[in-house]
């Protein structure tokens, strides 16, 4: 820069090492994606953690390896006794969900076996021609059959993915085009109507799978079945007790025409967790999906989602709770026509999968307040898990609400703890069984725990989202815990209590050892590969190992390829 005098020279390096400290200062600060991206804008290289990667691949290929030898090609592998069960049909439930699991682990040559042996089921042919149940044949064998092919690319998948969703899409094949949530649609020429009673979560999360299924085969024929079943939702959104929400049950068969006035009158219970989850979490994700075309389900949700933060969740009363991060789902109960709300402040290890849907939803629909309540979310289901004596949280938790006579009481106190945890049926006829529980858990109705995914799916998604390692430790410490108990000489089990342990005898490496553990049930459900340990290998793996920005999770966490100019966002 010889024809700069030296004042100028001067200035030039002033300039440049302004613009050098600006650029440093926003490489440190940026702490949020892009516009338009929903994963944390990862700046270093190598993020996988592979030694936790490799442990969770250990325990899938030790459950894998049982259902190979014990129960290939049943739905499901007893991981006690090593026997089978079949479950949905008998088309080899565990198989067809654990195909994508497979391929994202790089277990290229199971894949190929399984795949093999998947490629012979026949849909048409069932056990005992069972009653299909819709929802689970559609989120487990459409939705496994479907990420297969979407993350291999394998032709051969196509006819078994038309065959499955053709019968599938019979249940729609009813005189008001609303599904039949559990038929035969084996038979020929049946006459199939609409269910008369249907869970929410039975009826409301459909959406993804059939769309994909336009999308690969071109065929729009089942992309006009949901527009249909998504246009009477819209409907009915105001019809219910609570306007926005839609009960625990709905009645499909009602609907008549543009008529559909009773079909969310069917209960008054609102909730998040059993009958109702992924009907909610479908309309952020069919949003996502499909939001350039359809514009239905984005609306559905903006409404929805007010009133769930109005009505469902609830801060409780527990030790530390005063830091105010943490919130919980409960359950609500209006009838139609009364102003009154009555909120039950028991919350279900199935609804921790909010957590990950408001905080998806607030970058989806850029509303960032949205943001905290998943994180608030999440943290409750973290705490429930730490808290409990196996750090495993049970099926449902009851807890007490912070509200207290003055309002907002939220401060812990031991005495008060004691007062009103005496008060709970826990204490009837003379017998406490609150001492068993730590502090904040006032009851607990079922303490199972079935092997759900649905926390570790939330703090999955916190760590894309946020780059955050806290998530990465306290998803490991849940890993470690859940593995410590369930493994069983097949597979991994269902606890039946996750608040109690006894002494038990194990064998680690061929040597009998004793270990204070919980009790166990010969029961592993296909989800258990499909989501949980997926959802912990990719806690640990790369953040582009299905980026959260090109595919879309169905609610049996299947991956979707998005199509780029139709996502709503
Ligand atoms: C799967 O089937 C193909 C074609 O029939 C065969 O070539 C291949 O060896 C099989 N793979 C496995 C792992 O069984
Ligand atoms: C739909 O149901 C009618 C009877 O209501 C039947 O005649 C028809 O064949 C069915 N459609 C298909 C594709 O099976
Ligand atoms: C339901 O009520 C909300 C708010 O009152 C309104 O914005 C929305 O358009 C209504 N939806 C239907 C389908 O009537
Ligand atoms: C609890 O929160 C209130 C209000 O934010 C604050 O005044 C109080 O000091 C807090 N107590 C504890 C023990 O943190
Ligand atoms: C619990 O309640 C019973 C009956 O109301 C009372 O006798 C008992 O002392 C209480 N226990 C505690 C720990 O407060």
Not at 41 to 63: G, M, P, Y
Not at 374 to 393: D, L, R
């Amino acid at each position: 820069m010889s024809w700069l005098n030296v004042p100028q020279k001067k200035l030039v390096k002033v300039v440049l090492s302004v613009f050098t400290l600006i650029l440093i200062l926003h490489f440190l600060t940026t702490g949020s994606s892009k516009p338009n991206q929903i994963q944390h804008n990862f700046k270093r290289k190598s993020l996988v953690q592979r030694e936790r990667q490799d442990a969770v691949r250990r325990e899938f290929l030790h459950a894998w390896t049982g259902y190979q030898d014990h129960a290939w090609m049943a739905d499901v592998l007893m991981p006690l006794s090593g026997g089978r069960r079949e479950q949905f049909c008998g088309w080899s439930a565990t198989l067809v969900d654990a195909l994508d699991t497979l391929i994202i682990m790089g277990l290229d040559e199971e894949f190929q076996e399984a795949l093999n042996a998947t490629l012979t089921i026949d849909f048409a042919d069932s056990i005992g021609h069972c009653n299909v149940n819709l929802f689970e044949s559609t989120i487990r064998y459409l939705g496994g059959l479907m990420a297969a092919y979407d993350l291999s690319n394998d032709a051969r998948i196509l006819p078994k993915l038309v065959q499955l969703g053709d019968m599938l899409h019979l249940a729609f094949n009813t005189s008001n085009g609303m599904p039949c949530t559990m038929c035969n649609l084996a038979t020929k020429d049946a006459v199939i109507e609409s269910s008369e009673n249907a869970a929410l979560a039975d009826v409301g999360s459909l959406y993804l799978e059939f769309a994909r299924l336009s999308q690969v085969t071109g065929d729009e024929k089942y992309m006009h079945t949901i527009d249909v079943l998504s246009e009477v939702f819209a409907r009915s959104q105001n019809d219910s007790s609570i306007p926005g929400l839609w009960p625990e049950n709905l009645s499909p068969r009602v609907v008549d025409g543009p008529q559909s006035y009773d079909f969310a009158r069917k209960s008054s219970r609102y909730a998040l967790g059993a009958m109702s989850d992924s009907a909610y979490e479908y309309l952020v994700k069919a949003h996502l999906f499909m939001g350039k075309t359809r514009h239905v389900y984005g609306s559905m949700w903006e409404l929805a989602s007010r009133q769930i933060k109005q009505y469902l969740l609830f801060r409780a009363f527990i030790p530390g709770a005063n830091d105010t991060d943490i919130i919980f789902p409960g359950i609500a109960t209006r009838d139609l026509g009364v102003r009154e709300t009555l909120l039950e402040t028991r919350t279900e290890h199935l609804a921790c999968f909010a957590g990950g849907m408001f905080a998806m939803a607030a970058r989806i629909f850029d509303n960032p307040d949205d943001f905290y309540i998943g994180e608030q979310i999440t943290n409750g289901c973290v705490w429930a898990y730490q808290k409990s004596p196996t750090g495993i949280m049970p099926e449902t938790l009851t807890l007490l609400p912070c509200s207290t006579d003055d309002g907002q009481q939220c401060e812990w106190s031991d005495e008060y703890w004691t007062v009103q945890s005496n008060r709970s049926e826990n204490c009837m006829n003379g017998n406490c069984q609150y001492h068993r529980f730590p502090p904040g858990f006032l009851q607990v109705k079922d303490p199972s725990y079935k092997l759900r995914p649905e926390a570790i799916e939330s703090v999955f998604i916190m760590w894309r989202m946020t780059g955050d390692e806290y998530w990465r430790e306290v998803g490991w410490e849940m890993f470690e815990n859940i593995i410590e108990h369930t493994r069983s000489p097949f597979g991994h089990a269902a606890l039946m209590s996750t608040m109690e342990v006894y002494q038990r005898d194990t064998y680690e490496r061929g040597l009998m050892v004793r270990k204070v553990l919980a009790r166990q049930m010969d029961d592993m459900e296909s989800f258990w590969f499909a989501e949980t340990l997926k959802y912990f290998y990719l806690l640990f793996s790369e953040p582009s190992l299905i980026s959260l920005d090109e595919w879309v999770l169905n609610t049996e966490a299947h991956p979707f390829r998005l199509t780029e100019g139709i996502r709503g966002f």
